[in-house]
């Protein structure tokens, strides 16, 4: 053979593979360039590419005895078969070089001494790294192994079997280590090109959830009061805010515990990452694992893309889990996992991910019950209860009610554009006299449908139970202050006749928005639980 002429050569296809690599902005693409135009030579017969990745597969790696460091070790990530030359399906044992430790065989000293090794012995060729059962009966000429290296630091090999003998300087060999010094550079570019590309998607999700959580917060309005139980609850965020604690938010439903949840992330260290939110009682069952943690395209049957999970948004930040007594058990296992190990995998994918969260979860069930009945994991509930806040319902910081109904009102007249007279005493009374079984939640849906049917300016507030004041009547307001005082249990009875009344109007329904829950101003799970304490009969309810 002669060295001077480049059509007898294994690698005189590779000059304008040069031009190509450079412009790749993905690694997988610029591999399967590389390999594809590398199949185009006639006398080329196999090229693979190995990279140096994290050891994975160490369990069941059948060179493991042999493995110096399982941390590391070498991956095939791209082959390509020549025309003529592709194995036969049902004559293929399983590939046994997908992983290849370092320093084992001729590919793995290659990567840890950076150095060519040429076609010549050809019985250590086939360890390893091309397998007998294909290469014997072809008549391939051992295996060209070249490091890829960039910078000193010995990224992976490339593998290329001649059909014919390929002498070592030759210029193909030379052609070789140009291809494999251009590929160590367009590796390191493509890598860098896919991180900003992640960065780019990361920047975007977290500018769509801030946009979202900043309407959040201005529609619902910041903390707000002055009673002694409420400042109780002001003294532990801050506390607890600057810490990475997990915090369990514990109160009736409506009682403001996603508002308690984004006060300790806006005082935390944590507040230049995302809050994110999941409202964990409106996933389907089938759906918890992808929404925690995501999936990758062809995962399940409507999945068509790969999308991230809360988890993965809120690295760096806040997780915030409302309902979090809604999650089935199985998934609380794998729920704890993360808490635990900071470790996870998407749905369909074997690669494990970590993430660094803080996780805030917010209940109205008793879960120290849910646990004793076997309905919630023990070590879960320890997991996150490391700081308990319990929110007092709104009827035991009544004096609260003033300012919370005045802010909403204000906010609701501004929102749909309806000018409002200021709520006389007369009024406000009335609001204080209501036991608020929605609580704060409550509050805002009654004031906001009362800015929205005001006529001239002047609320109405439909209140089950309590008459509207006549604003012209001081006396009334006098009586109301100065009436007898209603005891709790009281309070308990008119609560449960209210919610009989509402089932009664509703036909036994709960949820829907025909429904009792809907007219009561309360999520459906919340009246479920109440009808189940108060021991109602089933005649009252609709199945």
Not at 41 to 54: C, E, G, K, M
Not at 486 to 491: L, W
Request: hydrophobic share 35%.
């Amino acid at each position: 053979m002669s060295n001077a002429d480049p059509n007898i050569l294994p690698f005189r296809n590779m000059r304008e593979l040069l031009l190509a690599m450079p412009q790749e902005r993905s690694v997988n693409s610029l591999l399967e360039r590389v390999v594809n135009k590398a199949a185009e030579d006639p006398l080329l017969a196999l090229s693979r590419i190995w990279l140096v990745r994290p050891g994975d597969r160490c369990d069941t790696c059948p060179l493991r005895s042999q493995c110096l460091d399982q941390a590391r070790c070498l991956h095939l990530v791209a082959e390509k078969y020549s025309v003529g030359f592709e194995p036969e399906s049902d004559a293929m044992e399983e590939d046994d070089y997908i992983r290849i430790p370092l320093g084992v065989g001729k590919v793995g000293r290659s990567a840890v001494t950076g150095e060519i090794g040429d076609t010549e012995s050809v019985e250590e060729d086939f360890d390893f790294a091309v397998s007998k059962r294909w290469g014997e009966p072809r008549k391939v000429i051992g295996l060209a192994v070249l490091p890829v290296v960039f910078q000193g630091k010995v990224l992976g090999v490339c593998g290329y079997v001649p059909r014919a003998e390929v002498e070592a300087e030759g210029e193909g060999l030379f052609w070789g280590r140009l291809v494999a010094d251009h590929l160590a550079v367009s590796i390191t570019n493509a890598e860098a090109f896919e991180r900003i590309e992640e960065l780019n998607r990361q920047l975007t999700d977290d500018y769509e959830y801030l946009a979202e959580e900043l309407v959040e917060t201005q529609a619902f309005g910041g903390i707000i009061g002055q009673s002694a139980p409420l400042k109780t609850v002001l003294r532990q965020i801050e506390m607890v805010a600057k810490t990475d604690a997990n915090i369990l938010i514990t109160g009736e439903s409506g009682t403001g515990k996603e508002m308690v949840a984004r006060e300790v992330h806006k005082r935390s260290g944590r507040v230049k990452r995302p809050l994110v939110k999941v409202n964990c009682a409106s996933i389907p069952r089938d759906l918890y694992e992808s929404e925690f943690f995501g999936h990758i395209k062809g995962a399940f049957t409507g999945a068509v893309q790969d999308r991230k999970g809360r988890f993965e948004l809120a690295n760096g930040g806040t997780l915030f889990l409302d309902e979090v007594g809604e999650i089935p058990l199985d998934v609380q296992s794998k729920l704890l996992r993360v808490l635990q190990e900071g470790e996870y995998e998407r749905v369909g994918d074997e690669r494990t991910r970590t993430t660094d969260v803080r996780i805030l979860a917010a209940t109205n069930r008793d879960l120290k019950r849910e646990v004793k009945e076997g309905r919630f994991r023990e070590d879960l509930y320890y997991r996150l209860n490391v700081f308990p806040i319990e929110l007092p319902p709104l009827r035991e910081r009544r004096e609260d009610i003033p300012l919370l109904s005045r802010h909403f009102i204000e906010v609701a007249s501004k929102r749909f554009n309806q000018p409002i007279r200021p709520p006389s005493r007369s009024v406000i009374v009335s609001l204080e006299k209501y036991d608020w079984p929605g609580n704060i939640r409550e509050l805002q849906n009654l004031v906001e449908r009362a800015v929205i049917t005001a006529t001239g300016g002047r609320l109405k507030f439909d209140l089950p139970g309590v008459s509207e004041p006549r604003e012209k009547s001081p006396a009334a307001a006098e009586e109301l202050v100065g009436g007898e005082v209603v005891s709790e249990a009281e309070m308990r009875k008119r609560e449960k006749e209210n919610i009989l009344r509402a089932l009664k109007q509703a036909g036994g329904k709960v949820y829907g928005n025909d429904g009792a829950a809907k007219l009561l101003g309360i999520k459906p799970t919340t009246l479920a639980t109440r009808i189940k304490s108060m021991g109602l009969k089933k005649q009252y309810v609709q199945k």
